[in-house]
Structures are given as C-alpha cells and as structure tokens.
C-alpha cells in the first residue's frame, strides 16, 4: 500500500499530488512514485514542509532532472505559479548504479544528466488522459534499462532498508543486523553506501513520520504511549527528537496541524 502523506507534515495544504506505485518490473528500483501538480493565482505561494524519507530521489521537473539525498532535517518547498515534477523514491539497488556517493548527498540535491529521461517524462506529462500513469511507466522503463537485472548485492541492500523501514521494522540498529544475519559493522556500511546516513538515523526519522501521522490522524493519542510505542526511553526522549528535526514539540504540531 502506497501512503500518500506519512512524511508531510501538513497535508491540507498539499496541491495535487499523487502517489504511485512503480510497476512490477520496477519494484526493486523504486518505492513509489510521487507526483505534484499546481496551479496557483500570480502571487500566491504553497508552502510545503516535509519530513522526507530517508532515501535518495531522482526527480523530473520543467527545468531538468535532479537527485537529492537524505535529510537530516525537515525541510520546506515553496510552490509559485504553475508547474509538475515527476519524483521516484529509489530504492538501494538503484542508488548504487546511479551514483556512488549518497553521503555527499545528504541535505543537497544537484543536477542529474539524462536528457533523454527529461524528454520522455516531459512529453508523457504533456499527454492527456494518464499522463501520471504514462510518466511512470516511461520513468521505469529508463530505470530498468539504466540499472539493469538486480543482483544479490542490490537484493539485500533492498532487504536492509525494508527492514529499517518496513511494517514491524527493527526498532535498533542490532534487531535489524540479527534479521538480517549481519554483523552491526555490515549493516552501517550498507547504510552509509545507500542512504548515507546511519541505520540509527534511518530508525529515528522513521520513527518521527510515525509519529507526525498518529497526532494528525489520532489527536486524542497520548503522547507517553506513543512514545512507547514508538520505541522511545519515555516521552521526554519523543519530544527532544521531534523539535529538534521538526522545529516544535509533539503538543504543539498537534495543536497547529488539528486546529
């Protein structure tokens, strides 16, 4: 199931915006695909805040191809005029043959050379009716020949963050290691080459999504059982990391986000 919020932090606010799973072909290569379209009055500005995945993405838009990292932070998008972008949430066996520094990336996002994936997306986005579905489907098709078959490597990389993130993901770095049968040292190493952040960074900003989304969509939720829940040490631990990746504690995103 594709969920089309966990990871914004304000979803009323959202223009159109889709969320599409990648065909199955493309389904080691991509998480899904995320699309925004908007048409806003001269003048006006969306503003978006996000606490993105923790994953690297290749983006199509009007002006060119682009591939962003990690964040370490929330961030904020502000949308003027009118305009689209075509985004896919790699995976990690796809992030490999595309770049080999995800590290460098995180918190950045730099301009991606693939001319003939900007056209084929752009053209697809012209077309009307499906032209999301098209998108997809010419976006896919230029991943899969660009990465080529999967091999093991790519598999357990895939395997790793599915652990980290998943349904009932490891709550720590050593639960994920042991069902993956590796070592601690193997699962950063994975980490960092992939996503370029630690599997303990993974599990946090994992853990804040899951949080942001049961105060949106559970505001009677108490917040020393989410914590728990969670796999907090108690609620003060929960509030420390939300402001600090956020910018304001669990009782008053919830208050901003209810009211």
């Known amino acids: ?13 959202l223009p159109a915006f889709h969320r599409l799973p990648p065909p199955a072909d493309a389904a080691a290569l991509v998480a899904w695909f995320w699309i925004p379209e908007w048409s806003l009055p001269e003048g006006e500005v969306s503003r978006q805040e996000i606490v993105s995945y923790p994953a690297v993405n290749l983006v199509v838009a009007p002006e060119g191809v682009s591939i962003s990292g990690a964040t370490t932070r929330a961030s904020t998008r502000e949308l003027r005029g009118s305009g689209w972008a075509v985004g896919a949430l790699l995976r990690p ?89 590796v070592s601690v040292r193997t699962l950063q190493r994975l980490t960092h080459r992939t996503v370029g952040l630690s599997p303990g960074a993974i599990i946090r900003r994992r853990r804040l999504q899951e949080a942001a989304q049961r105060l949106r969509e559970e505001p009677e939720t108490d917040l020393t059982s989410l914590a728990a829940a969670l796999g907090y040490a108690d609620h003060a631990h929960l509030t420390r990391d939300f402001a600090a990746v956020l910018g304001l504690p669990p009782r008053d995103y919830r208050a901003g986000v209810s009211g």
């Open 1 to 13: 199931m594709v969920d089309r919020t966990r990871g914004v932090l304000y979803p009323a606010r």
């Open 93 to 181: 066996a796809a992030v490999v043959a595309l770049t080999d520094d995800a590290p460098g990336l995180v918190d950045a996002e730099r301009s991606f050379d693939a001319p003939d994936l900007h056209e084929g997306v752009t053209a697809a986005m012209r077309s009307q009716p499906g032209r999301r579905e098209r998108a997809v489907a010419v976006f896919s098709a230029w991943l899969s020949q660009r990465v080529g078959p999967v091999g093991a490597v790519g598999r357990q990389a895939n395997a790793m963050l599915d652990v980290l993130l998943g349904e009932g993901a490891a709550l720590t770095p050593e639960e994920a290691a042991t069902r993956l049968a």
